[in-house]
T-cell receptor, first 115, second 113 residues
Framework: NAGVTQTPKFRVLKTGQSMTLLCAQDMNHEYMYWYRQDPGMGLRLIHYSVGEGTTAKGEVPDGYNVSRLKKQNFLLGLESAAPSQTSVYFC??????????????FGEGSRLTVL | KQEVTQIPAALSVPEGENLVLNCSFTDSAIYNLQWFRQDPGKGLTSLLLIQSSQREQTSGRLNASLDKSSGRSTLYIAASQPGDSATYLCAGSYGGATNKLIFGTGTLLAVQP
């Protein structure tokens, strides 16, 4: 049981390049999230999805796009990377107990550096 | 504004000591509060989840409490061990359409052998 798997784990980009981070889960959870973690700022929500085919903006969505074509996968895209997007990105899934978030399960993170 | 604060930012204790980590939140309309552990270079691991109707949860040497009226949660670690060294984060869930989860910035714990 892999849980939440993120690929790639590390990536270095040049300014203006594009890339996609993949999050795959095998727990059949409906809710999935993308967070970024920066020193001194905690985790901030980028985008989230409450089910297959749905996405919504979080706290810091600018410069990112997402897609949830399959329930088990949540993709985070950077169309034109900027140095300000250098961060560690975490995917999480949620065993939801309505009406709130339930217990979150995180991937191991993807460290992105934009030069 | 909904905020979650963790003080202190860092804590060093000798092995065997009992310790308390603090988490405070500004909005008492919280649905649940979750404590996580993060090891260097790793993701977050859920430790305890306290629903708003509960006052505490226990798992092994860990005990977490929730006091909505005072806007505080504490994580108690008994008989600390060097393996407990990590960053501990709390996060408050405010539910609603966005399922908003607000994270604290964490307390870095070092347990000295």
């Amino acid at each position: 049981n892999a849980g939440v798997t993120q690929t790639p784990k590390f990536r270095v980009l040049k300014t203006g390049q594009s890339m996609t981070l993949l999050c795959a889960q095998d727990m059949n959870h409906e809710y999935m999230y993308w967070y970024r973690q920066d020193p001194g700022m905690g985790l901030r929500l980028i985008h989230y999805s409450v089910g297959e085919g749905t996405t919504a903006k979080g706290e810091v969505p600018d410069g990112y796009n997402v897609s949830r074509l399959k329930k088990q996968n949540f993709l985070l895209g950077l169309e034109s990377a900027a140095p300000s997007q250098t961060s560690v990105y975490f995917c999480a899934t949620d065993r939801v107990w309505a009406p709130s978030t339930g217990e979150l399960f995180f991937g191991e993170g993807s460290r992105l550096t934009v030069l | 504004k909904q905020e979650v604060t963790q003080i202190p930012a860092a804590l060093s204790v000798p092995e065997g000591e009992n310790l308390v980590l603090n988490c405070s939140f500004t909005d008492s309309a919280i649905y649940n509060l979750q404590w996580f552990r993060q090891d260097p270079g790793k993701g977050l691991t859920s430790l305890l989840l306290i629903q708003s109707s509960q006052r505490e949860q226990t798992s092994g040497r860990l005990n977490a409490s929730l006091d909505k009226s005072s806007g505080r949660s504490t994580l108690y670690i008994a008989a600390s061990q060097p393996g407990d060294s990590a960053t501990y984060l709390c996060a408050g869930s405010y539910g609603g359409a966005t399922n908003k989860l607000i994270f604290g910035t964490g307390t870095l714990l070092a347990v000295q052998p």
